[in-house]
């Protein structure tokens, strides 16, 4: 399989995306055994916010990045586009 050219600017997205990802998962295991901290609710909802508006502008230029109706496909069905998540 022959991977497609990206641009430069889909890197720092992607890292963008790693990065607040990152955020959420440790926010979650805090959350988990602090469930009463508000401003740590209020941290998570903003990054999770941030998260959609960022994978909303990655996937408007690039494709999807989800399955399982988590995230839309352009015409003609783009699933199998690469690369793929573990071929960055």
């Known amino acids: ?3 497609k050219q990206l ?3 889909f890197y720092p997205l992607m890292e963008q995306l790693q990065a607040i990802d990152f955020v959420l ?3 979650t295991l805090y959350l988990d055994t602090h469930p009463n901290d508000q401003a740590a609710i209020q941290q998570f909802n903003e990054a999770a916010q941030y998260r959609q ?3 909303i ?4 230029c690039y494709g999807p990045l989800q399955q399982y ?3 839309y496909s352009g ?3 783009n699933w199998n586009d690469s690369p ?3 071929q960055l």
């Open 1 to 3: 399989m022959t991977h």
């Open 75 to 77: 015409y003609p069905w």
């Open 84 to 86: 793929w998540p573990w």
């Open 69 to 71: 109706g988590n995230s």
């Open 25 to 27: 998962v440790e926010l």
């Open 7 to 9: 641009p430069a600017e």
């Open 57 to 60: 502008e990655v996937e408007k």
């Open 53 to 55: 508006q960022l994978k």
